[in-house]
Antibody, heavy 128, light 111 residues
Framework: QLQLQESGPGLVRPSETLSLTCTVS??????????WGWIRQPPGKGLEWIGT???????YYNPSLKSRLTISVDTSRNQFSLRLSSVTAADSAVYYC????????????????????WGQGTLVTVSS | QSVLTQPPSVSGAPGQRVTISCTGS?????????IHWYQQLPGTAPKLLIY???NRPSGVPDRFSDSKSGTSASLAISGLQAEDEADYYC???????????FGTGTKVTVL
């Protein structure tokens, strides 16, 4: 069973860059069976998909965040990371990483668009 | 920006059946993209409850079921139990937004 764990600073200054890492255990990040995603949840509010990465490095971003967002993968460390630049208070949220079920057919792989394993989440506050 | 609309809250007595609606549009549910459901207990990460066409991960009781029609979907909880008190979110893919979308969330209260 996969386990995911987020790590990174809990406090980020406005206009700076938020950086988080998700460490995957219980399986390899370099598998065609999974994509890897980030989701966030502002306090007391709903869930928002941030972006997704495949082990090959292919990325899929929420268009509303795309200009500030970079998601990368480090297969040697079984980790994937999130960088969100120019943050404001509106970026304060619990950030979750999650595994996203994938499937391959006829040489093409695709996500099935749902998240089956989640990290516990990490609260990031943007404040001076 | 939530493009899937859910009622803010639903409630029911133990043993009753409750349903949670998830209303979308022709670019998500109506386009044929699967709907998935998550349960979020207070202070915890969301948990996958139902995926695809009424599939439940191992350990999820068959009291939970879903259905889809047109541009809407519904989650039904039968035999409501105190442990079902949580927030529930639907999720799908939206072709207009080119991304994954979550519902607004519904708080289920067991009376």
């Amino acid at each position: 069973q996969l386990q995911l764990q987020e790590s990174g600073p809990g406090l980020v200054r406005p206009s700076e860059t938020l950086s988080l890492t998700c460490t995957v255990s219980g399986g390899s990040i370099s598998t065609s069976s999974y994509y890897w995603g980030w989701i966030r949840q502002p306090p007391g509010k709903g869930l928002e998909w941030i972006g997704t990465i495949y082990y090959s490095g292919s990325t899929y971003y929420n268009p509303s965040l795309k200009s500030r967002l970079t998601i990368s993968v480090d297969t040697s460390r079984n980790q994937f990371s999130l960088r969100l630049s120019s943050v404001t208070a509106a970026d304060s949220a619990v950030y979750y990483c999650a595994s996203e079920v994938g499937s391959c057919s006829g040489g093409s792989c695709y996500s099935k668009y749902y998240f089956d394993y989640w990290g516990q989440g990490t609260l990031v506050t943007v404040s001076s | 920006q939530s493009v899937l609309t859910q009622p803010p809250s639903v409630s029911g007595a133990p043993g009753q059946r409750v349903t949670i609606s998830c209303t979308g549009s022709r670019s998500n549910i109506g386009a044929g993209y699967d709907i998935h459901w998550y349960q979020q207990l207070p202070g915890t990460a969301p948990k996958l409850l139902i995926y695809g066409n009424n599939n439940r991960p191992s350990g999820v009781p068959d009291r939970f079921s879903d259905s889809k029609s047109g541009t809407s979907a519904s989650l039904a909880i039968s035999g409501l139990q105190a442990e079902d008190e949580a927030d529930y979110y639907c999720q799908s893919y939206d072709s207009s937004l080119s991304g994954y979308v979550f519902g607004t969330g519904t708080k289920v209260t067991v009376l």
